[in-house]
């Protein structure tokens, strides 16, 4: 349980992102990483959008770390967010892993007791999965993951 609530968004799987969910389903931050840029890409996808490789992409595990680069705290959301408020939105710089390698800037909402009273830039974070289930006209329940942060 989050505080404030949040709701989750549907996402769209795919074969370039199942990987992620998969790893985000069992608590694990997997991104694709290119090896000729040495350089993870976020959004998860087949083609490195720098050097546009898909020969040399891999999985790698992240340690789910990471700094708050920049943030702003809404005071009342919009939309189906309208009955939350306040939150955090924040971009996280995120932890590689890896000697020498950045790893991505993720947009994320920063989430725990209080965080728009706590959040700062360069505040450390930790990767946290937002769960719920979901019931699908089509599907059934179906169980959502979603990558948030909290403050360390
Ligand atoms: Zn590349």
Redesign the pocket.
């Given at each position: 349980m989050t505080a404030p609530f949040l709701p989750l968004a549907d996402v769209e799987t795919t074969v370039e992102n199942r990987p992620f969910w998969d790893a985000l389903r069992n608590g694990r931050l997997d991104l694709p990483y290119?090896a000729?840029?040495s350089?993870f890409?976020w959004y998860p996808r087949a083609i490195?959008?720098?050097?546009?490789?898909g020969n040399?992409i891999m999985w790698r595990t992240l340690p789910g770390t990471g700094r708050v680069y920049s943030y702003s705290v809404v005071a009342k959301g919009s939309g189906r967010w309208k009955e939350s408020g306040p939150y955090v939105v924040a971009y996280v710089q995120l932890d590689s892993g890896l000697v020498g390698v950045d790893g991505p800037r993720v947009l994320t909402n920063i989430v725990g007791d209080q965080p728009q009273q706590e959040v700062k830039v360069d505040a450390a974070v930790r990767m946290i999965i937002d769960s719920d289930v979901k019931n699908d006209a089509k599907l059934g329940d179906v169980v959502r993951n979603l990558l948030r942060f909290t403050l360390v």
């Amino acid at each position: 349980m989050t505080a404030p609530f949040l709701p989750l968004a549907d996402v769209e799987t795919t074969v370039e992102n199942r990987p992620f969910w998969d790893a985000l389903r069992n608590g694990r931050l997997d991104l694709p990483y290119c090896a000729p840029c040495s350089a993870f890409v976020w959004y998860p996808r087949a083609i490195c959008p720098a050097c546009h490789s898909g020969n040399d992409i891999m999985w790698r595990t992240l340690p789910g770390t990471g700094r708050v680069y920049s943030y702003s705290v809404v005071a009342k959301g919009s939309g189906r967010w309208k009955e939350s408020g306040p939150y955090v939105v924040a971009y996280v710089q995120l932890d590689s892993g890896l000697v020498g390698v950045d790893g991505p800037r993720v947009l994320t909402n920063i989430v725990g007791d209080q965080p728009q009273q706590e959040v700062k830039v360069d505040a450390a974070v930790r990767m946290i999965i937002d769960s719920d289930v979901k019931n699908d006209a089509k599907l059934g329940d179906v169980v959502r993951n979603l990558l948030r942060f909290t403050l360390v």
